[in-house]
């Protein structure tokens, strides 16, 4: 006989059998009830004596084990033949259950023991100490040698499940299986087999492991799994779930998984459009952690590299077809083929004039058919355009908006240099602010024109390679330049006013919008250093047109010049006058002339 141990020592060692269970080798943790087993070892001893056949039981003085026939099953006890015509009764409750009837009837010859006689003198019997007699031998063998016991679910109690397995025994509900169990229920009057990790000698009471045995079981499949496959080979397998980082596959013995870039050659899509849960698949053996059991599968690597063939089934200036997987600020991404995504520029969304949004021409969903534009397998890039499938509106551009043609067009945007002004649904042309008027100097567009104002203007230059049109809104009108220089060559004599100074000058109003400049050295006929303290700001003078340069619209003017021409015409005059008349002498007509040149 076995030491009969203390329920203390019983539970702790429960609780080692548990233990070491629950932390095999890849055991699965699915819920933190299963890893607790506290509470169920705490409430062990309770079960038990709440569960189980009473102790006085099983201490009754036992006799031999008859084989006796079944002569009648009654609503609470079972009749037998015990011989010399006599019979004997077995209480209904010691057979088990079976399909939720108790497994004896007429004619079986069944196991029973006596166990003393009743007050009559009957013989009283014990089918259930039968049973357990011959299974104590051969729990306590399996207990030592770890080896598994059949036994049927009787009963489903809070803490796990009683099982008859010749004699009665306990399964705690984190022993049941490797995962939690929410319904112990479905277990009821199921046989089962597992682990007897736990078995008391005196008591004849043992707890049970299936969980130990299905995890044997389960790594013994793995292991065997593993060494049947090797890396590079391909295997077949059945989705589980796509996961943002990845795709579990069920292969069977064991799950696979096939990380993110290992799905497709499409980096920025997301695994679960490409395998679906369910989905029957093949895949290639990436790698195999013999230590930790994964497999890592690939799926793309089971398909050449579509970007080593592009040339074959793509070329510039192509017409493909594909949908918009993303918008960005700066284009839009197009899946045009499994690992083939094409970009279109927000420039060649449309031929639509101004600033182009791809939100605003495309949605993602869409179907679009684009134009090749580019296509760098090196580089895995393709460039597409949607506006190149559509007419160039720029190829009769040069036509449409010849040099010096008068059009109309509205202000969409203005910056530093310049308004832009749109001509019609896809070209705008550009206002230099040096063209925007002819009287004053522009520092900035907003200071003549508005956003949304319709404006004239005059094309100056038209560039359909560039896709630039240059446009004068001055030019409308005549050049002052043009129309006083006309009138006033080189040569000629004018008035002026003075309006400012530089070091190198003064410049002087010849009409209105337009100057011109006498040089310091032309202001008189004397050295001058400073043109301040020769004329005055807001002076009216009289110079003479020196020098007209049309191509910078530059005017050079000399009151030194317009002084001598005065003096030469006085001479002239005096002279004319004295050999008619006589009268004032050449002083005082020098004088005169020079009073007349500064007004």
């Not at 203390?8 to 009830?33: H, I, V, W, Y």
């Not at 077949?236 to 795709?247: H, Y």
């Not at 690939?298 to 089934?313: A, V």
């Amino acid at each position: 006989m076995t030491t009969d141990p203390t329920r203390d020592e019983k539970r702790e060692g429960l609780q080692a059998s548990a233990t070491q269970t629950e932390q095999e080798p890849g055991a699965d943790r699915a819920d933190a009830n299963d890893n607790d087993l506290q509470d169920e070892i705490a409430q062990f001893d309770q079960l038990i004596d709440q569960h189980l056949p009473p102790e006085t039981a099983q201490k009754t003085a036992r006799g031999e084990v008859l084989e006796v026939p079944v002569v009648a099953v009654r609503e609470d006890h079972v009749l037998v033949d015990i011989g010399g015509k006599a019979e004997a009764t077995i209480r209904l409750d010691e057979f088990p259950m079976v399909g939720g009837v108790r497994a004896v009837a007429v004619g079986d010859v069944i196991k029973a023991v006596q166990l003393g006689r009743e007050t009559d003198g009957t013989p009283r019997l014990s089918h259930r100490e039968a049973r357990a007699r011959e299974a104590e031998e051969s729990v306590r063998l399996a207990h030592e040698n770890q080896t598994p016991v059949k036994g049927r679910v009787v009963q489903t109690v809070k803490g796990g499940l009683i099982v008859d397995i010749g004699l009665t025994a306990f399964m705690p509900a984190s022993q049941v299986d490797l995962f939690k169990i929410p319904d112990l229920t479905k277990l009821a009057e199921q046989d089962i087999e597992a682990y007897v990790i736990e078995y008391d000698d005196r008591r004849k009471r043992a707890v049970l492991s299936r969980r130990k045995l299905l995890f044997e079981k389960r790594e013994s499949e793995r292991r065997a799994f593993l060494d049947g496959i090797s890396e590079g080979a391909v295997i077949s397998g059945t989705v589980k779930n796509a996961l943002d980082f990845g795709v579990f596959v069920d292969l069977g013995a064991i799950d696979g998984f096939v990380p993110r870039e290992e799905v497709s050659y499409d980096r920025g899509t997301h695994p679960g459009e490409i395998m679906k849960a369910g989905e029957e698949v093949s895949l290639k053996i990436v790698r195999i952690d013999e230590e930790s059991g994964k497999v890592t599968l690939s799926r793309k690597r089971m398909q050449p590299d579509p970007w080593d063939t592009i040339g074959e089934r793509f070329s510039v200036n192509a017409l493909v077809k594909g949908r918009v997987i993303a918008l960005q600020h700066y284009g839009a991404f197009v899946y045009v083929e499994e690992g083939v995504t094409g970009m279109i520029h927000a420039g060649d969304l449309s031929w639509q004039a101004g600033n182009k949004k791809p939100a605003d021409f495309l949605t993602v969903g869409d179907e679009v058919e684009c134009k090749v534009l580019e296509l760098d397998a090196e580089k895995r890039r393709m460039s597409l355009g949607l506006k190149q499938v559509q007419m160039d509106p720029w190829a009769d551009a040069a036509t449409k908006y010849a040099r010096n043609a008068k059009v109309k067009g509205s202000v969409t945007s203005m910056t530093n240099y310049g308004a832009f002004i749109r001509l019609d649904e896809y070209i705008e042309g550009m206002v230099h602010v040096s063209d925007l008027s002819w009287e004053k100097r522009i520092n900035h567009p907003k200071d003549v024109l508005k956003v949304g104002e319709e404006v004239e203007a005059v094309v100056l230059k038209c560039d359909p390679q560039a896709q630039r049109i240059s446009l004068g809104v001055k030019q409308i009108t005549d050049s002052p330049f043009d129309a006083y220089t006309a009138k006033h060559p080189v040569g000629s004599v004018v008035t002026g006013k003075v309006t400012r100074f530089a070091p190198f000058g003064a410049f002087v109003e010849l009409a209105e919008g337009l100057e011109g400049l006498v040089h310091i050295s032309q202001i008189d006929e004397k050295r001058v250093e400073l043109p301040e303290k020769v004329l005055t700001q807001g002076e009216e003078i009289t110079v003479k047109i020196t020098k007209i340069e049309k191509k910078n619209q530059k005017i050079s003017l000399s009151r030194r010049e317009a002084i001598r021409a005065q003096e030469r015409q006085t001479v002239n005059e005096f002279m004319k006058q004295t050999d008619a008349h006589g009268g004032m002498t050449f002083g005082e007509a020098l004088k005169n002339a020079r009073k007349d040149t500064d007004g």
